[in-house]
């Protein structure tokens, strides 16, 4: 069943959603002795990585971190998912390089890459932290892209919004990830946040359904549509 987390303003969402993050970092290290977590690019999570490396309560020498999806850029492009990432979060954390996993979209061959990322995924992420856009696609998974029904884990694909060559998880990973994060703000979501958690099951025209039954974290702005809400204490 999808939690519903809802806050008053930015702040509160930050504090919510790195509270959860290290909650369930540090409840996989506790209970499998590592944890392997997908972070979500793009603005809405740049802060919650902020606070999550300024909390200092996470063991990262016990953390694998990889990305949900990153453009074909160079990973020092002001675009690219890792950027930001690695400036917010994991060059103030002491976390070995050796468990930083970045995407190389960039490379030409971006099949190659996104099978050699295949290969250094877990059988099973721990946690999946995800962000949606207003047409309702979560990491690269756009509407009725044909990667929605890929049996990969990772794929190239080409994105109708700039830098548009991509690679993504695809559905199998999310679903099989242990808990999953999804992080949505403004009032330009509210109809796909409605849809994604109370709609009719509809993958292929509301991507951000594969995260339906992990835990929500929206403003009231992007909450506005919907009839079930637990308000944030």
């Known amino acids: 069943m999808t939690e519903r987390i809802v806050v008053a303003d930015a702040p509160e969402l930050v504090r919510q959603a790195a509270e959860w993050l290290i909650t369930e970092l540090t409840r996989a290290i506790t209970e499998r002795g590592a944890c392997a977590v997908a972070l979500a690019g793009g603005r809405t999570p740049q802060p919650v990585y902020r606070a999550l490396a300024a909390a200092g309560d996470v063991d990262w020498n016990r953390v694998d971190v990889f990305f949900g999806d990153e453009r074909a850029v160079p990973p020092d492009h002001p675009e690219s998912n890792f950027r930001m ?115 009719p099951l509809a993958v292929a025209e509301v991507p951000a359904q594969l995260a339906r039954r992990g835990t929500w974290f929206l403003d009231e702005a992007a909450a506005g549509q919907l009839t079930v809400r637990r308000v944030a204490r």
């Not at 690695?86 to 190389?104: G, N």
């Open 85 to 199: 990432v690695q400036e917010a979060l994991l060059a103030h954390v002491p976390i070995p390089a050796k468990r930083v996993h970045r995407m190389e979209a960039e490379r030409t061959d971006r099949d190659a890459a996104a099978r050699d990322y295949e290969r250094a995924l877990p059988a099973r992420l721990d946690v999946v932290l995800l962000g949606m856009g207003p047409d309702g696609h979560t990491a690269s998974l756009f509407p009725r892209s044909p990667a929605l029904a890929e049996r990969r884990l990772v794929v190239p694909v080409v994105a109708p919004k700039p830098p548009p060559e991509r690679l993504t998880i695809t559905p199998i990973v999310i679903q099989a990830a242990r808990e999953v994060g999804m992080m949505a703000t403004g009032a330009d979501k509210a109809a796909m946040v409605a849809r994604a958690t109370e709609g």
